[in-house]
T-cell receptor, first 114, second 114 residues
Framework: NAGVTQTPKFRILKIGQSMTLQCTQDMNHNYMYWYRQDPGMGLKLIYYSVGAGITDKGEVPNGYNVSRSTTEDFPLRLELAAPSQTSVYFC?????????????FGPGTRLTVL | GNSVTQMEGPVTLSEEAFLTINCTYTATGYPSLFWYVQYPGEGLQLLLKATKADDKGSNKGFEATYRKETTSFHLEKGSVQVSDSAVYFCALSGPFQGAQKLVFGQGTRLTINP
């Protein structure tokens, strides 16, 4: 089991460019999440999904889009990159909503927008 | 809304010292409480959890007790090691939150000197 994998590990974007952060899990988890982590801050939820075809906004969704066409994949799209989106992005997954099931995190993507 | 407040860091200790990292929360009802650890360059890993009042979570010598009366979930370890150097996050998942979304504290950076 690879767990939760994210690509790329690092990326530098220019203002106004777009990109997709990839996230894949091989644990057959229903729930998937995208967080951002700003320096010295905790993680904030961007979007989440409770299953293929179902997504919903988290705390900080502006400037991002997601899709969930398969159970395994949950890509995060930045359409018009802005310096405020410079952050570390973490994808996570969880089997279901039971309180006994932990969230598993990927290694993160460090994004810089200049 | 739900929120988590953690002890300000960074925290620097000598090896074998006693560790306490304070965490308090605000939530309706009885949330589940978590401590996550982030080692340098890695994603978050679940360290321990407690799902109801008076539960004690423990793992790798770390402990935390869910105190409903003081809305706290302080992390403790009796004798820290250099390998415990990491960032520690307290988090909660509300009892009425769909998809078990996590709310994180800002994180506490811990450095253990030999």
């Amino acid at each position: 089991n690879a767990g939760v994998t994210q690509t790329p590990k690092f990326r530098i974007l220019k203002i106004g460019q777009s990109m997709t952060l990839q996230c894949t899990q091989d644990m057959n988890h229903n729930y998937m999440y995208w967080y951002r982590q700003d320096p010295g801050m905790g993680l904030k939820l961007i979007y989440y999904s409770v299953g293929a075809g179902i997504t919903d906004k988290g705390e900080v969704p502006n400037g991002y889009n997601v899709s969930r066409s398969t159970t395994e994949d949950f890509p995060l799209r930045l359409e018009l990159a802005a310096p405020s989106q410079t952050s570390v992005y973490f994808c996570a997954s969880r089997l279901d909503a039971s309180s006994y099931n932990e969230q598993f995190f990927g290694p993160g993507t460090r994004l810089t927008v200049l | 809304g739900n929120s988590v407040t953690q002890m300000e860091g960074p925290v620097t200790l000598s090896e074998e010292a006693f560790l306490t990292i304070n965490c308090t929360y605000t939530a309706t009802g009885y949330p589940s409480l978590f401590w996550y650890v982030q080692y340098p360059g890695e994603g978050l890993q679940l360290l321990l959890k407690a799902t109801k009042a008076d539960d004690k979570g423990s793992n790798k010598g770390f402990e935390a007790t869910y105190r409903k009366e003081t809305t706290s979930f302080h992390l403790e370890k009796g004798s820290v090691q250099v390998s415990d150097s990491a960032v520690y996050f307290c988090a909660l998942s509300g009892p009425f939150q769909g998809a078990q979304k996590l709310v994180f504290g800002q994180g506490t950076r811990l450095t253990i000197n030999p």
